[in-house]
């Protein structure tokens, strides 16, 4: 691999070619918030809270998918930066339960985010689905971040049993035909509910537990 | 925080080996997660694993020792808690030692027969063969792998001298080309499975499934080779034909590292894919093609279950494909290799730990003078040289009226055994019988005292999983009610069996914690020499052989040279031993597993895991259902020569014509019922995937 060189925060750095932006600044001991970002999983490159601002580029772009260039001069808390981190903050806010999302209730304190400067059109009050013995779908929690569905399929379980419904303002994480799922191909691994960020998907035992 | 506390520790369900996370709260599991980033699941659990500990907490633990209060009656009968009175460690404990020792004093040592447990930990294991072998002066000793891969360890042992498996679970997802065989690898292992299938779907390997039933693996094969059951080496035989008369086999391979391949190529002559196609069912061409692509695969590895091992034919079976994987050169890189997927959490550490009746841990021999030196000199005291009675064979005994005392510690025969009426008719013949357990099962109901014990989220100890890595087991909790620690339990039998036949083996079973049974083992078994608690503490897990404290351990096997030096070719001749179907019982039985429980149930049974699979089912062909008029809302009646259950009917082309399918956890319709007690000549695995039975409609 080559090495490469580029700038982190004025700070002037030597990396392997091939790393994301978020990969290298890590390694330097910056840190770079993220959401729908997963070690072992593919980025999806979906909610944005990664960006930083690279010199020249005319949008910011999101650290957890755009490679290392050499020369790049990278700036990952400029005010822009964090105006756009606040915002979606804001937003997502706005669009599901964030109570037990302990990262994201991290990230909202320190960027002071205004948790209630949108207000939803249709506020997403939903009651958590128990169709089976084992785990809990809450989903006025979910924000999308779609990792039960890629765990669920190829990046992991293979079994295929989780996707993303609707389109646009309507998607959702649904089964197949919204069928209980008992009715579809989940095995009950669990091992969606390993990833998800906001408690939207609980053993059942943790969820009665705190009623 | 939402828990009081998380202790990691390894999953007691498969022998995956999976690391869990258990958070407690109130003295309770809630919940389990996987350990993150920690081989060798990664982060990955199935159903048993993440939502099925809580059977630690099933009301029906026991927490106090119990004797039976009709003791010593002529015939024994089974009962349930009412039968038994409750007791004092001292009284219980006491009370099984007079038994004991009145045997070994009146009897002698053969008159025992034991049963060690692969679900207890390599320490409960080490110290109760210690017990059975010093004290009891018997090699009468097994347990369950008796009942599942025996066949594969004696065709193994055959071939290669060793009888692990040859890969680790890391190198899973960097495969060529791989056969699964024999294993419905997505509900018995299904953390492997997910590796398996990743294999195929993200790295373009190449799967071939040779299975009677349409599993899930077949999904995501290029070729799926259903055979008749039980004509496995058919089918291998022919494979081997095809490599052998292309030259597809790896010339090099077999000069430098194998031996007896002249005489077994010759041995192929008729074993032409045609033949094969009279036997098996499976048109020649299908097996000209998968001989092909294993022939020609750069890289090639064998996955196989119980469908090879529970057979009457298990060690030739064994031996099929340990000729292929031979004359190919597929053994000893990164994979290639042949995996036996072991079944219990720690099958593969309670047999390593010497619960076997021929051999001391760490497979030394009982009847080598050498060893048996070795071991009288580590434990003090005199041993038996002559090799003990394998499980099935401790059963026969019993009915001959040899053995009259029986042992068990967390086995439950009366579910595991072929043909439980038999086995009943036998187990209520013994003149004493103590079981160490965490529930009254099946087995327990006959017991005159019972030791409760703790389960594996209340002690400390290790696991050792399918591929020889050896895992910690941590104590969350304490026991319920006055249960024990299993190697506690041991220690003080084994001591008051001692003084009460005039020996002294206070200090041999003066432990105070497991790590100081684990060191004792690591001592004398020198593939564990470099391995302790506090080095697994420290490194996660350890692949044995690790013969000493500098040494990394060994996550594949083989690649210099097989345990028994050269690779040994074993020609085979096709036998037909099984039940076969005729026109009072015109169907084949074939057992096996589903995703949701274990084994004969005793623990997710009585976990949540019940309530999505609660009840016994048949699993048959639409073709058949037709034949025999039977809908989806029958209950059917399904019998064998020997016994006769009724269950619920599931209508599925997941089994072929002509065979059925029924689960073997459910004891209200216990499967064994039916199944029949002959063995593999030198494995004594029973046949358990074939019997014939007819099926009708029930009440
Ligand atoms: S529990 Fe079900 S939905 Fe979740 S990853 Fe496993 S199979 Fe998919
Ligand atoms: S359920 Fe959880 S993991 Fe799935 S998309 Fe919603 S927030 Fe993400
Ligand atoms: S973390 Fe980068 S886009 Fe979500």
């Known amino acids: 691999m080559n090495q490469i060189s580029l700038t982190i925060d004025g700070k002037r750095i030597q990396c392997e070619e091939g790393l994301t932006i978020l990969e290298a600044a890590r390694s330097q001991g910056i840190d770079i918030p993220t959401i729908c970002y997963h070690e072992s999983l593919t980025p999806p490159g979906l909610c944005r809270q990664c960006v930083v601002e690279v010199k020249g580029a005319r949008v910011l772009l999101p650290s957890c998918i755009t490679e290392v260039k050499d020369g790049m001069v990278v700036e990952t808390s400029s005010p822009r930066v964090m105006r756009a981190r606040r915002t979606i903050l804001e937003m997502l806010s706005a669009s599901a339960d964030l109570s037990e999302a302990p990262d994201l209730k991290k990230q909202i304190d320190t960027l002071q985010a205004q948790t209630e400067r949108f207000k939803p059109k249709v506020p997403n009050i939903q009651e958590p689905l128990i169709d089976n013995p084992f785990y809990i779908r809450d989903y006025g929690k979910c924000i999308l971040c779609g990792k039960c569905v890629q765990v669920c399929s190829e990046e992991v379980q293979l079994s295929y049993a989780l996707t993303v419904a609707g389109r646009g303002f309507d998607s959702r994480i649904a089964t197949f035909y919204n069928r209980p799922l008992p009715e579809t191909s989940c095995v009950f691994c669990g091992n969606c509910i390993e990833v998800c960020p906001t408690g939207a998907l609980k053993p059942r035992k943790e969820f009665e537990n705190e009623i | ?699």
């Open chain 2, 1 to 699: 925080m939402k828990f009081d506390r998380t202790v990691s520790t390894t999953c007691p369900y498969c022998g995956v080996g999976c690391q869990i996370d258990l958070n407690i709260k109130e003295g309770r599991i809630i919940s389990a997660k996987a350990s993150e980033g920690k081989a060798p699941n990664f982060g990955r659990l199935c159903v048993k694993g993440r939502f099925g500990t809580d059977y630690t907490h099933h009301p029906t633990r026991l927490t106090k020792p119990l004797i039976r209060k009709d003791l010593d009656k002529e015939k024994r009968e089974p009962c349930g808690m009412e039968g038994f009175r409750e007791a004092s460690w001292d009284e219980a404990l006491d009370m099984a030692a007079d038994r004991i020792s009145r045997t070994f004093l009146q009897s002698g040592s053969s008159a025992f027969g034991t049963f060690c447990c692969a679900k207890a930990t390599n320490e409960d294991n080490y110290l109760f063969q210690k017990f059975v072998r010093s004290v009891l002066k018997t090699n009468n000793i097994d347990h369950c792998a008796r009942l599942c891969h025996a066949a594969s360890v004696a065709g193994l042992q055959k071939a290669l001298g060793s009888a692990a498996m040859s890969n680790s679970i890391a190198e899973m997802k960097d495969l060529d080309l791989f056969i699964v065989t024999g294993s419905n690898t997505t509900e018995t292992h299904p953390v492997i499975s997910t590796y398996l299938k990743e294999a195929v779907v993200k790295n373009n390997a190449r799967l071939i499934v040779i299975d009677p039933r349409k599993i899930e693996m077949a999904n995501f094969a290029i070729l799926h080779i259903q055979h008749k059951p039980g004509t496995d080496v058919a089918v291998y035989q022919a494979m081997a034909h095809v490599i052998v008369r292309d030259k597809l086999y790896s010339r090099d391979f077999i000069d430098r590292r194998t031996e007896g391949f002249e005489q077994y190529s010759a041995s192929l002559d008729a074993c032409t894919p045609q033949w094969a196609e009279k036997i098996t069912g499976v048109t020649a061409d299908k097996i000209e093609q998968a001989a092909r692509l294993y022939g020609e695969a750069e890289k090639a590895a064998f996955y196989w279950g119980m469908g090879i091992s529970q057979s009457v034919h298990g060690t030739d079976n064994t031996l099929s494909i340990a000729n292929l994987a031979l004359m190919c050169g597929h053994l000893g890189k990164p994979g290639t290799g042949v995996n036996p997927l072991r079944g219990q959490n720690n099958v593969q550490g309670c047999s390593d730990s010497g619960g076997l009746p021929n051999i001391y841990p760490g497979y030394q021999n009982v009847a080598d003078e050498e060893s048996a030196l070795k071991f009288e000199k580590a434990w003090g005291t005199d041993l038996n040289r002559k090799p003990g009675l394998t499980t099935l064979e401790m059963s026969d005994a019993i009915g001959e009226g040899i053995i009259s005392d029986f042992i068990i510690m967390g086995e439950n025969p009366l579910m595991s055994e072929p043909d439980l009426n038999k086995a009943r008719e036998h187990l209520s013949k013994l003149k004493n019988m103590i079981v160490i357990d965490i529930f009254l099962n099946e087995t327990g109901q006959y017991a005159d005292v019972i030791l409760p014990a703790a389960a594996f989220s209340e002690k400390n100890g290790t696991f050792t999983n399918s591929d020889r890595r050896v895992q910690l087991v941590r104590k969350a909790l304490d026991p319920p009610g006055e249960a024990r620690e299993d190697w506690q339990i041991i220690s003080e039998l084994a001591k008051r069996v001692g003084r009460r036949i005039g020996q002294d083996f206070s200090s041999e079973f003066n432990f105070s914690r497991a790590d100081e049974i684990w060191d004792e083992m690591a001592e004398l078994v020198p593939a564990f020499g470099g391995i302790s608690h506090e080095r697994i503490e420290r490194e996660d897990g350890i692949h044995w052989p690790c013969p000493d404290k500098s040494h990394r351990g060994s996550p594949y096997l083989f690649s210099d040279s097989f345990p028994r030096g050269k690779g040994k070719f074993h020609e085979l001749k096709l036998t037909n031993l099984s039940e076969q179907p005729d026109d009072d019982f015109p169907y084949i039985l074939s057992t096996g597993r589903v995703l949701y429980h274990w084994h004969g149930g005793t623990m997710t049974r009585r976990s949540v895991l019940n309530d999505i699979s609660p009840r016994p089912f048949v699993e048959i062909h639409p073709d058949d259902a037709r034949k025999e008029n039977l809908d989806s809302d029958s209950t059917v009646r399904v019998s064998s020569r020997r016994g006769s259950i009724e269950l619920d009917i599931r209508i599925s082309d997941r089994s072929p014509t002509g065979v059925l399918f029924i689960p073997i956890h459910f004891a209200e319709a216990a499967v064994n019922e039916l199944t029949r007690d002959i063995r593999d000549a030198s494995a004594k695995i029973p046949d358990y995937k074939i019997c014939a039975v007819k099926i009708e409609k029930g009440r």
